[in-house]
């Protein structure tokens, strides 16, 4: 009773009291800030390291096309900057640098001279979809008209765009877009259709295995979630089996030579028991 009298009649330890947890309470804030600085940081290292090995990759394939081309008449001296740039980037890789700009200036210039992207298709597409990914535009126009305001790209697939815009989400499909989408991300009407397939047919598996968890009393979004996993360990069990390397025969083994041990005279006297002190 006296210490509740006390503290209900001194301001001064009730300011204490308010003030200390004013400070938990900061320093919590404070720890939880430093947390997600440090998730972010992560991720930023870890979206790097993506980038800097697709550019590596990218560049390899160009030097490897490039070196196959012979120079035009009258390019010669612009065929020796670009095997210079080349050179660069590779520089640039090395020492974990990025360089976005020169690389697209780079291989669009070599893909005139070649005429195709062929011998780097593949890593050309790893590379300018990565890149793409968190790209913000102002709009984004179809051709039948309609726009999409404050569009950031979410991802880009063999059908088109993922967007996150201004009203929502979208998913735009390549022959809706303009010809320079199309010549920057290499979009085909063959590769389009093959995934429209294989989505069409991944999501009737997955609508199937669903239905069959509500006929038996499942949560229908737990279903779909597993159903989706199990779809994912499938492919990759069909991928590519990694075969092991193969072992080159060692040497016989040989049994070390054992120095004869010297035995000491046992004591006599019976043993103290363990755990027992005399």
Request: aromatic residues 6%.
């Amino acid at each position: 009773m006296q210490v509740s009298l006390i503290l209900e009649a001194s301001p001064f330890i009730m300011g204490i009291m308010k003030m200390g947890q004013f400070l938990r309470t900061m320093l919590a804030l404070h720890v939880h800030v430093l947390v997600l600085a440090a998730g972010e940081l992560a991720a930023e290292t870890e979206e790097v390291e993506r980038e800097l090995e697709v550019q590596g990759a990218l560049v390899e394939a160009l030097s490897l096309h490039f070196s196959s081309l012979a120079p035009i008449e009258g390019a010669e001296a612009r065929f020796v900057e670009l095997r210079a740039g080349l050179k660069q980037l590779q520089a640039d890789t090395s020492v974990r640098k990025l360089d976005r700009e020169n690389l697209v200036i780079i291989e669009r210039e070599i893909r005139i001279y070649s005429q195709g992207v062929d011998d780097y298709r593949e890593q050309y597409l790893r590379w300018v979809r990565l890149t793409a990914e968190g790209e913000k535009h102002s709009e984004i126009r179809l051709l039948r008209g309609k726009v999409y305001r404050q569009a950031v790209i979410r991802r880009v697939t063999d059908i088109g765009l993922e967007i996150r815009h201004l009203s929502g989400s979208a998913r735009l499909r390549h022959d809706d877009l303009g010809e320079d989408w199309r010549n920057r991300f290499l979009w085909t009407g063959k590769e389009a259709h093959r995934s429209l397939v294989e989505e069409a047919s991944a999501d009737r598996k997955i609508e199937e295995l669903q239905r069959y968890a509500v006929e038996q009393g499942r949560d229908p979004v737990v279903a779909r979630e597993e159903a989706k996993a199990r779809l994912y360990l499938a492919e990759l069990e069909s991928s590519t089996p990694i075969v092991p390397a193969k072992l080159e025969p060692s040497e016989p083994l040989q049994l070390a030579e054992l120095e004869p041990a010297e035995l000491e005279p046992a004591r006599k006297g019976s043993p103290s028991s363990p755990g027992k002190s005399r």
